[in-house]
């Protein structure tokens, strides 16, 4: 059974830093690329970042709204994904969720499975 | 960035009810087009991807068709289970976005 469990959310102040944990099982971790997704409260979703499996060198992309203060990394020896979160700003508040891409040989896939979410609280 | 723009914003509906939800591209996304259903407090599920193509798992009631910029989501014969909110979702061209959600109310 795929499962994906973030960790790590709490309250920072504005400027501060946060890394979030995404411990991941029931699949190849190495296999699939893998992303951040979060969702401010009562609005809708967005994309965070992305990295992409060994095969594509685990290169990564990211949202224009946390790039250069957001980093997505991964370790495969502990099939963990993580989000590095510096100079935080209030509207960074918002649960987040990691999710892994599924894959059925296209090339594109959306988002298969997602964790239940963390939520980060960016307030002074 | 391809904005994503949904209608309606919030729907009314009745179990045994035919809907339909549209997503609107600001460009073409050829059929890389997602859909997620989403209740509250819980994370989004995949139930289609390709446009049309059904997720393992998820009841035959759920459609997805379009092409390019214009697409739909129709849910044949609402279940209680179904009322939740629905997105869609472009992964044609970074940055990914999703559009801004239909509420599915009775």
């Known amino acids: 059974e795929v499962q994906l469990v973030e960790s790590g959310g709490g309250l920072v102040q504005p400027g501060g830093s946060l890394i979030l944990s995404c411990a991941a099982s029931g699949f190849t971790f190495s296999d699939h690329y893998m992303d951040w997704v979060r969702q401010a409260p009562g609005k809708g979703l967005e994309w965070v970042g992305r990295?992409?499996?060994?095969?594509?060198?685990?290169?990564?992309e990211y949202a224009p709204s946390v790039k250069g203060r957001f980093t997505v990394s991964r370790d495969e020896s502990k099939q963990s994904l993580y989000l590095q979160m510096n100079s935080l700003k209030t509207e960074d508040t918002a649960v987040y969720y990691c999710?892994?891409?599924?894959?059925?040989?296209?090339?594109?896939?959306?988002?298969?499975?997602w964790g239940q979410g963390t939520l980060v609280t960016v307030s002074s | 960035d391809i904005q994503m723009t949904q209608s309606p914003s919030t729907l009314s509906a009745s179990v045994g009810d035919r809907v339909t939800i549209t997503c609107r591209g600001s460009?073409?996304?050829?059929?890389?087009l997602a859909w997620y259903q989403q209740k509250p407090g819980k994370a989004p599920k995949l139930l289609i991807y390709?446009?049309?193509s059904l997720q393992s798992g998820v009841p035959s009631r759920f459609s997805g068709s379009g092409f390019g910029t214009e697409f739909t989501l129709t849910i044949d014969s609402l279940q209680p289970d179904d009322f939740a909110t629905y997105y869609c979702?472009?992964?044609?061209?970074?940055?990914?976005?999703f559009g801004g959600g239909t509420k599915v109310e009775i």
């Open positions: 990295t992409r499996n060994k095969a594509q060198s685990y290169t990564t």
């Open positions: 460009q073409s996304v050829s059929s890389w």
């Open positions: 390709k446009a049309s």
């Open positions: 999710t892994r891409r599924g894959d059925d040989g296209s090339g594109y896939f959306p988002f298969d499975y």
């Open positions: 979702q472009q992964y044609d061209n970074f940055p990914l976005t």
